[in-house]
């Protein structure tokens, strides 16, 4: 159990998604146009479906607030569907390989498939957006930036510099792009990609980065591990359908490197509110489970859509006959929108850490314990300074 704590519920077509957030602690001033431009850009993307044409997604906070202001209280939200049309579907008589279909009509003892997928749909991820649009406003407040883009689609990957070359324009770049990613020139090649798979009735899977900046060290715990910071950030965003790769910093690159190319040096700062530096940040902003001060950096892979149009070996439910899978409406790919709830993810489960170390009923004592945190870690490493807290 964290100090933050969220649900959603709601199928994909279905009257609504609804969410419930409690612990964002009393005295924050919510911006729902925040919110909304985050369920906007979730809708965002080159290769998208039907399905984004229809909805405009929009959070109405039902509970937790008074004149706009957190009360401290759990805050419920839905995000309405208008595409509710869930009891005027088809019943599909087979499951789609690489769906939820198969296994979840195994697991419930269902005949039909549309009852298993109409919650794994990623709509729900929808939910989850607004979630973390709200809870990242506590991170904001507290200086802390959590920014997601697109990094390779269908086999063109993104100049591997592009956060660097992007530097403080990342945000209108990004919004300019058609992917959600800082690299145009690579972008062109994407939409070639995309236009290829989908003329070849077929479809396209990614990678996406997350990074957080001004993240304060010791978020997290090496004390249990339930409590690691890379085990919560990793499931978290394993817990995103169709992902199916995570890593931090370099990532799989560990494993090829002696040590000395692994771990990054600490060097002495020379500045006065922290005596310790990096000079890289290999680690990707995470030692013993725990924030390092240097910012966070994720990335994870997304593979193809399993709903395509030139249909997968199949087995008919009712006959237990060889069949094609039937196809259904859906994106070509919607990996800029994955790289969205990535960061989303990422902003609730730092919400969550942060929540965890600095506590607080309200922004005010929050505020405090930071305070108080930051003279702590100005103390450590300068000459003169107790030897033990
Ligand atoms: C999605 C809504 C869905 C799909 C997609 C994501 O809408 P519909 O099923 O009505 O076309 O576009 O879902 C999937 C990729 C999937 O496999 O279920 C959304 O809001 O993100």
Request: contains cysteine; charged residues 25%.
């Amino acid at each position: 159990m964290t100090r933050l704590n969220w649900r959603t519920a709601g199928e994909s077509h279905g009257p609504t998604l609804i969410g419930i957030l409690e612990g964002v602690p009393a005295g924050l001033t919510l911006d729902l146009d925040r919110v909304n431009e985050d369920l906007a850009r979730r809708q965002l993307g080159y290769g998208r479906g039907g399905r984004m044409r229809i909805e405009t997604d929009s959070v109405h906070i039902l509970s937790g607030w008074k004149g706009g202001v957190t009360i401290g209280s759990p805050i419920a939200f839905e995000v309405k569907n208008k595409d509710s049309v869930i009891e005027k579907l088809p019943t599909p008589t087979n499951p789609r390989p690489g769906h939820a279909d198969l296994a979840g009509c195994q697991k419930w003892g269902h005949r039909d498939p549309r009852a298993v997928l109409e919650r794994a749909s990623a709509r729900e991820t929808a939910a989850r957006v607004a979630a973390a649009g709200i809870a990242r406003q506590v991170l904001e407040a507290f200086g802390i930036e959590v920014f997601g883009y697109l990094t390779g689609l269908g086999g063109v990957e993104c100049r591997p510099d592009a956060w660097e070359s992007a530097g403080e324009g990342r945000a209108a770049i990004r919004q300019a792009s058609d992917f959600l990613s800082l690299d145009p020139e690579a972008d062109e090649a994407m939409r070639a990609a995309v236009d290829r798979a989908k003329a070849a009735k077929d479809s396209l899977g990614g990678t996406f980065e997350v990074r957080a900046i001004g993240v304060p060290p010791g978020l997290g715990s090496c004390a249990s591990a339930q409590e690691r910071l890379t085990g919560r950030l990793g499931g978290a965003l394993f817990s995103i359908p169709a992902i199916k790769g995570v890593e931090f910093g370099i990532g799989f690159d560990v494993a090829t490197r002696p040590g000395s190319q692994v771990h990054d040096p600490i060097v002495p700062s020379g500045e006065a509110d922290n005596a310790f530096a990096r000079t890289s940040n290999r680690a990707g902003g995470l030692e013993g489970g725990m924030t390092t001060g240097e910012p966070l950096v994720m990335r994870a892979a997304m593979k193809p859509i399993p709903s395509i149009r030139i249909g997968m070996p199949t087995v008919d439910l009712h006959s237990g006959e060889a069949t094609v899978a039937t196809y259904q409406r859906s994106d070509v790919t919607s990996v800029p929108a994955c790289s969205v709830v990535g960061e989303a993810m990422v902003a609730l489960v730092l919400a969550e850490a942060f929540l965890d170390k600095f506590g607080g009923d309200s922004m005010a004592q929050v505020e405090a314990a930071l305070r108080h945190y930051s003279s702590e870690l100005r103390e450590l490493g300068q000459p003169g300074a107790p030897t033990e807290s």
